[in-house]
């Protein structure tokens, strides 16, 4: 039996290739050809690469896969699609297609009014990611949740960047571990092929290993996890234990809820970035250090409206124009800082108990997104 591949373009066909396929898994490297050229003179001389996938041109290919008979009758097929991107961290940044990126995103829990964790409608998950775009924000930690294909599906087409995260346990033990490394295994072989996805998050917070300082067990396993995970997907950087006490990492993610003159004042240098610890956690735990890796500020802000009895927030304010002002002064401070690579602002949606959302619960902006992009913008 034969493989044919096709592959387009914004409608326009770029590869079409038939190879012999049988029991063994076939390797095959093709060309995508440049527009206009004709598909059997793919002058490679001349080809000026691919479209890359980014969130201002989230170029995606389409492609159908065709099994043949002898006869070149189609006996099944398959359609999907790819988007091309490279992203890695070298000298205190994080380089997107071998461009500097700052990124600008928001923590996402992904809990919905009608089901919970569960979307009522693909809709609800389209338009999470509109809002947040809405507001500036060009990513998003989706927070302790492997989410519904569709999101990502929708990240992939609306140019997103996704923080891909593992929800975590708060008590360490053996069965806890083999639990934690098989499902981790699955999510990331689930996802591997969405551009969208930048990053890989296995631990947050400590949740799960509370005993780093104490406990080596505990630090053989957030080393595990990070190994295992590179060598699950090596084309992608891996959080060690996103917030604070990070073993080996490709990233240095703090979570700080302090004011701006303290973001300020914190984050001016990475050693005094390296030496803050707003929450009384160490960066890094005993024996690991920080090697140069790039700085962001991964949880801040957590603003609630005083008078909401219903929950809590890290910080209130009376009014729209008092949570402006106080956002724009941490967003302002992190902009400023010659250091920080990136935020993740907490966070995009009211959850349950938790009022401190840009959104309320059931998604109406608490404050104009247009402003919220000025700030995020920097203007």
Known sequence: MNLRAKVKLDGEQVLEDTISVGSSLVERSLPLLRRGDAPDT??????????????EHPNLYDLRLELLDQGGEVLDRVESYFGMRKIETKDGKVFLNDRPLYQRLVLDQGYFPEGILTAATDEDLHRDIELAKEMGFDGARKHQKVEDPRWLFWA???GFFVWGEMANAYQYGPGYVRRMTAEWQEAVMRDYNHPSIIFWVPMNESWGVPHLASDRSQIEHLLALYHLTRSLDPTRPVVSNDGWEHAITDLCTIHDYRDAEALAKSYSTPESSVAAEPANKPVYVPGYAYRGEPILLTEFGGIAFAGDERGWG???????EEFLERYSSLVEAL??????QGFCYMQLTDVEQEINGLLTYDRNPKVDPARVREINDGR
Do not use: E, I, Q
């Not at 793919?42 to 969130?55: I, R």
């Not at 902009?335 to 920080?340: E, F, K, N, Q």
């Open 42 to 55: 793919p002058h490679l001389a001349d080809w000026p690469g691919p479209a890359l996938w980014n969130p």
């Open 156 to 158: 992939d087409t609306l």
């Open 314 to 320: 890290y910080s209130t304010v009376a009014d729209t």
């Open 335 to 340: 902009l400023r800082s010659s250091t920080v």
